[in-house]
DNA sequence: AATTATTTAAACATCA
DNA sequence: TTGATGTTTAAATAAT
């Protein structure tokens, strides 16, 4: 086939402002912006005479990191937390921000975020409410964080559809439960993919832990995690030692692995498996499975091997941390802390929603979503691989159970916490043994 | 230099 | 019929 280039002017409509001349490439292509393209993006705002070229291929924004940098840090799931500062208005500041940010300069708004498509779908994903959105929605929370895309050519609506199709990470979560509006589904984060997509995001300049230190913005998110993101991140980096990830690992499973045994019965089955589409789109997410699972055959997924294989993004840490945690979403950092006070009201209503304010925003207040069906778990890992996984995962429960403990421990050694988790552990798993004697 | 990852464009199908 | 959504292919480019 090839490409076709003789686009009908009508098929643009895919790109909004169906007046954009170039598409992006075309455009950093030249040295210079054509007139035609200036006046087709009036809130373009090269700022100077740089052209965008070094905006969409440099790392110019590095430069301008002092500023950017405040804009984001490790939030809730090790998330960046991109605030809505970056908005060129900047009129929706939240108050939250304030603190522990500058005022960009303009042009930083306009930059090109140094997030894939994959990584701001996740975080746009992750930081829904409920772990899944529509197209639409992601369109939105990307819109509204990185406001570039208002004026950047809209093909990047395509490239996010593309993306959510061919990108293993994500899956599409059928909508079916009485919502009626709205085309399109959902799309959520195949779990067994965030280790690789926190990873990625670790790696990602913004989402450096160097941001831990700014206490004034944590926001709601307990300094705690930032101290331990930072310190995973750095041993990450600093070939930490095995034990310590796996117990900061385990410490994450700690409360999915009690939650999920709850909530995992109710999840929306997905169009599709992940066998079935995102053949060859291969990426630094791909499937875990890539990894050699050396141990735990009980957690073991069907994971079909030959599914994948160029495996690249992850550390030897992260890794161990997939391999292991493909039962859960083991970027929670937070839900270590979040863990000790829920634990004794396990489950709510299964909505694990990251109490974080970062979503203050209320771009998810009308969520069409929040009352429906497919409330948190609606994204978990909804694929064939995970169901029959999910079996090895009750079945291995209880042995990791045992690791947990230990690992706790050792977590909190390493954090240098003292505190009573022992206990509240023995009490939690004491009221676990009295709802099963009921 | 080769491979892999990512981006972008495009065509096309489906659905509301 | 139209627009949004989703899938797929292809090519270019960046990164490793």
Redesign the pocket.
Known sequence: ????????PD????T?GAEKV?????IY?MGSLPEAVDAARPKATLVDSESADDE??N?NWLHESTNLLTNFSLGSEGLPIVSPLYDIEGDDVPSFGSSCYQNPEKKSATSKPP????LLIYMAIEHSPNKCL???EI?SWILNRFPYFATA?T??K??V??????NKCFQ?VEKSHGKVNG???L?CVDPEYKPNLMQ?LKKQPFSSASKFSTPASSQSVSLSPHYLSSVLKQNQVQTLKESDIDAATAMMLLKTSIEQGILECEKPLP??TALQ?K????????HPSAIRLQESDSLATSIDPKEDH????SSMAAQRCASRSSVSSLSSVDEVYEFIPKSSHVGSDGSEGFHSEEDTDGDYEDDPLGDSGYASQACADSSEKGQSGKKMRKQSCQEIDEELKEAAGSLLHLAGIRTCLGSLISTAKTQNQKQRKK
């Open positions: 086939m090839g490409p076709v280039i003789g686009m009908t098929k643009r409509a895919e909004p170039a598409g992006l490439s075309q292509k969409l291929t790392l997030y894939s498509f994959s529509p197209v639409k369109y050519p093909g990047w395509n490239s559809r593309h993306n959510l199709s061919l599409k085309k399109g589904s799309w990625a169009l599709k589409k053949r060859s789109y291969g990426n630094a997410f791909n160029n495996y690249s993004a």
